[in-house]
């Protein structure tokens, strides 16, 4: 599927709850800098929700249009998978969670469907990974193996924490090392 053919209208959106959620679980995580990647026009909800817990995001997405319409942000346009990281804190990987970015829950992909895959971002060394996840992933056996799989082959610590809307959106995994600030 070509993004192009797609609106922003039609590209899945952060939700502000789940931003907000996210944001305060990265303070507390001690974060003060955060690059949220793939974050398509997502990036001005997460600015607010940040800015909330004093947390300054800056965004990355390979479609110029997003920095093009939101002007005001903080953007790195690139692929992801080959951006420079390293002068965050933290990185949150988003990549599109649905067939077409659409988010509706029919579209849902599992792990290992999601492309870029997050196998793809295993060698960031930031001090906290996030890895946005579909919300079915704790949903069924065959993506909560998928899950496991994953999770075995990330180093420090990991958390799981479901983030709630109406219903479970995404499932968030943290991998933490030591924060010195």
Request: hydrophobic share 35%.
């Amino acid at each position: 599927m070509n993004l192009s053919q797609f609106s922003h209208e039609d590209t899945a959106t952060t939700c502000s709850i789940c931003a907000l959620q996210r944001a305060m679980n990265l303070a507390v995580l001690g974060v003060k800098t955060v690059l949220e990647l793939c974050v398509g026009p997502s990036l001005p909800t997460l600015e607010r929700a940040y800015a909330r817990v004093g947390l300054v995001v800056s965004g990355n997405d390979i479609d110029k249009r997003y920095q093009t319409s939101y002007k005001r942000g903080k953007w790195i346009i690139g692929d992801a998978r080959l951006i420079d990281a390293s002068g965050f804190d933290a990185v949150v990987v988003a990549p599109p969670l649905s067939k077409g970015c659409s988010g509706r829950r029919e579209d849902a992909l599992s792990l290992e469907e999601v492309v870029p895959s997050y196998y793809d971002f295993n060698h960031l060394n930031n001090d906290v990974i996030t890895y946005v996840l579909p919300g079915r992933t704790l949903s069924l056996r065959q993506d909560r193996s998928q899950l496991h799989k994953f999770i075995s082959k990330l180093d420090g610590q990991v958390d799981i924490v479901p983030l709630r809307n109406k219903v479970v959106k995404y499932v968030d995994v943290y991998q933490t090392r030591t924060i010195n600030h």
